[in-house]
């Protein structure tokens, strides 16, 4: 008696195959290319093109020129037959008129929109065929316009070019351009600084207050000297976040010639905060010697005050003489000192006395 024919597995694969399509579309070839589907997975994916055989029973999808996707038919919940994008963009290449160049741009848009963007490089090649200039197939297809000729954005990286605000430049003039747009936003932060709305006022501060960007380094410098006390002040304020290297001697000698109060607090604030000990030095220095500038003077007093220095006291000993600064030198040597206010003759008895006890004396808080 003869056995069962056995089936070979490609037979039985062609077979699960068939028996799946015949349920959900009908009766399928089971080799060559396929009706055109759209293809729903069953992890909600959608695949949508040319569907043929490939190799161990599977089907490959032709979404775009050049590019498949093969899947499992055990990964397919639902076919719906219908044309491959594809072919319908062939179809219609056809019928179209070898010089009409607005039904290739209507083509081109329609490939990208179906997701063929191989395929729509070729129609947007038509399109320069008929208009080698039209702007929008020379971005698709990789050119940019550069100095009035179009050139590959590849070959303008190669020299080291950069798109920056839509033109290609270089690195020099890419800073160049946002120290040029950092500039203006800064001036016009300046501007809202003395804006009456106060919500308008407060936040532009801020924002000054918060700079940082090397590139407006120059502008900031260029402000300490404005008419405006309001604009110095808040410039000064901002080279506060910069290296004391870069900007502590600048801003130290316009605080000598300051003239308005206000703009001195601030900046000897700023001074303060930025915790370099030549500040320290500088102040003694020009303690010792203040010259005869009533400016120069006041200055030197709001610095002494704001960055307490141990080197500043002899100096303030010696003013204690002076018939115009004596009282406030001797306020202020009371309040860095943090003793109650003596005369002339007090003031040298204890510097006599307790002078040399300074290192150990004055504690953390003061500038060395």
Known sequence: MRGPSLTSEADRRKSVIGTLFVGLVGVVPLSGSLPADQILLKNGHRLEGRVEIAEEGRLRVLIDEGQSVVVDPAQIMQRIPGEAPLDVLERRLERSPRDDRER???????????????????????VLRLDPHHAGARNRLGFALHRNRWVRREELAAQGLKLFRGTWMTEAEIEAQRSEEGVAELEALLADAGHDNRFVREGAMLRILEISDPALLPALRARLTDLDPLRRMLAGRALGNYPFDTVGADLYRVFLAESRTEVRSGWAATLRAMGDRRVAGWLARDLSDPGDDPTRRRSLLTLAEACPARAAIPPLIDWISDPSWGPPASR???????????????????????????????GSGWVQ
């Open 332 to 362: 202020l040597l009371a309040t860095l000192l943090g003793v109650h206010e003596k005369s002339e003759s007090e003031w040298r008895l204890w510097w006599t006395e307790f002078g040399g006890r300074l290192e150990v004396d004055l």
């Open 104 to 126: 290739y741009i209507e083509l081109g848009h329609w490939a990208e929109e179906a997701g063929m963007r191989r395929a729509a490089r070729r129609v947007w090649r038509e």
